[in-house]
């Protein structure tokens, strides 16, 4: 175990969790679950999810990392609770079920960004989408996605994740600061922000049933949670730091990316009478392509950018999802890294290729991983961590807290016992309810 990795520094490891938690999630899957869910309404409740559920599931994972030193299943060996290896097994399956389609939306990315810089979505964006979205050339796509994402994952911790995150973490957020004030220039960006950022009450209390699932399910997406990717990554920790000023970090800065996303695409689309095209992975796909063909050669750079944010995005998200299987096969298995790498790149490349090939499987994969995996490996670490690993977790929460932090530890436990397993176990019933049916 002495020559496991470990993150060289604590910005390291908060830049590669930021890394992971900002991805499609913040910039495709946020602004249209945000117009499908009454603008800035599901805004503030998503917020509020994030603080109230998305913080303590956090430390949930970091607490079983930290502690273990070892990989999301033989964690559960290491703490001395064998029995629960399942909950870890959920999380390396379904970290390797959604990158399989994760991967083939970040080549659409790859292809866009080719795109952007011709400036031309063809004669009609949605055609055109319909054309880059399925069929062999997304497969070709998936695969070079795939390749880019082996590619830093086989160099390890220190010489690949967090070399790779420490450049494209600043990366993302410059050129979306640089976005957002090409965005605030545009006619329609009042309109936009007061969309995006003034909530209507009445919509939350009108819409609660859909509307709070919704927000608790992006919260926990957003922040990577659920498929291990925090259990594994806190797992190469080497410190005593503290674990609430981590995972807090992480939280405001991840809302933070994701709200400067919003504050570019909605001007974009305000502005062009687009309006947030409610169709799902369209939102950012056609609607945004749409806009931005009227703005001439400064829509070129725009969408370049956009969609080199997108990709930088996706894939420090990637490599997470890809990591967390590859540490159990390290760990666990004593597979030597590079080919364990290569070897699951290509499996993962395999098992995406229905999603490349047809959207309706994509959306199927998406359905079973969001609505079903996630929510239940959750509830499952929410178990595990409130009432089996309980007084050793709040032991692990306080290392390096100081003083200020004895009350905060027993709250976190009490609100992972309450609020937190109430949360999860409804969007479970709801989300469950609704699973799309395999497409055969
Ligand atoms: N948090 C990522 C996003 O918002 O796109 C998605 C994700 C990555 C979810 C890794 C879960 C995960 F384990």
């Not at 922040?223 to 981590?246: H, K, R, W």
Request: proline share 4%.
């Amino acid at each position: 175990m002495s020559d496991r990795e470990t993150w060289t520094t604590r910005l390291g490891f908060i830049l590669a969790s930021v890394g992971s938690a900002v991805g499609l999630g913040n910039i495709w899957r946020f602004p249209f679950q945000t117009a499908t869910n009454g603008g800035a309404a599901f805004l503030f409740v998503y917020l509020v999810a994030v603080v109230v559920i998305g913080l303590p599931a956090i430390l949930a994972e970091f607490v079983v990392g930290r502690r273990a030193e070892m990989d999301a299943i033989g964690a559960f060996d290491e703490l001395g609770h064998p029995g629960w290896r399942a909950v870890g097994a959920l999380g390396v399956f379904a970290g390797f079920w959604t990158l399989s389609y994760y991967s083939v939306v970040g080549g659409w990315v790859i292809r866009y960004i080719g795109q952007a810089a011709m400036g031309s979505y063809g004669s009609n964006p949605k055609v055109f989408f319909g054309n880059v979205s399925a069929g062999p050339e997304a497969v070709a796509l998936h695969a070079l996605f795939m390749l880019l994402a082996v590619g830093i994952v086989a160099f390890g911790i220190e010489g690949g994740i967090e070399r790779a995150t420490k450049v494209m973490v600043p990366a993302i957020i410059l050129i979306l600061v640089g976005l957002v004030g090409y965005g605030a220039s545009l006619s329609g960006a009042g309109e936009a922000y007061d969309y995006f950022l003034t909530p209507d009450f009445g919509v939350i209390v009108a819409n609660a049933p859909s509307v709070i699932p919704a927000a608790v399910g992006q919260a926990l997406f957003s922040l990577s949670l659920g498929f291990a990717v925090m259990i594994t990554y806190a797992s190469y920790i080497d410190g005593d730091e503290s674990l609430p000023v981590d995972g807090l970090s992480i939280a405001v800065t991840n809302t933070a990316i994701g709200i400067l996303a919003g504050l570019v695409v909605f001007p974009l689309l305000f502005t062009q009478g687009v309006g947030p095209d409610t169709s799902g992975p369209g939102a950012v796909f056609i609607a945004l392509p749409t806009a931005l063909a009227d703005f001439g050669a400064a829509g070129r750079v725009v969408g370049v950018a956009f969609f080199v944010v997108i990709l930088i995005a996706a894939l420090s998200s990637a490599i997470s999802l890809l990591e967390v299987a590859v540490s159990y096969l390290v760990d666990t298995h004593g597979f030597e890294r590079k080919r364990t790498t290569a070897v699951l790149g290509v499996l993962l490349f395999l098992l995406g290729i229905p999603s490349a090939w047809d959207t309706a499987w994509l959306s199927w994969f998406d359905s079973i991983a969001v609505n079903l995996l996630l929510p239940v490996a959750v509830l499952l670490l929410v178990l595990f961590v409130g009432w089996v690993l309980a007084p050793d977790a709040v032991d692990e929460l306080r290392i390096g807290s100081g003083d200020s932090f004895d009350d905060l530890a027993p709250l976190w436990l009490w609100s992972l016992r309450t609020v937190v397993l109430l949360a999860v176990l409804v969007t479970v019933a709801l989300s469950v309810t609704d699973l799309t049916g395999a497409p055969v």
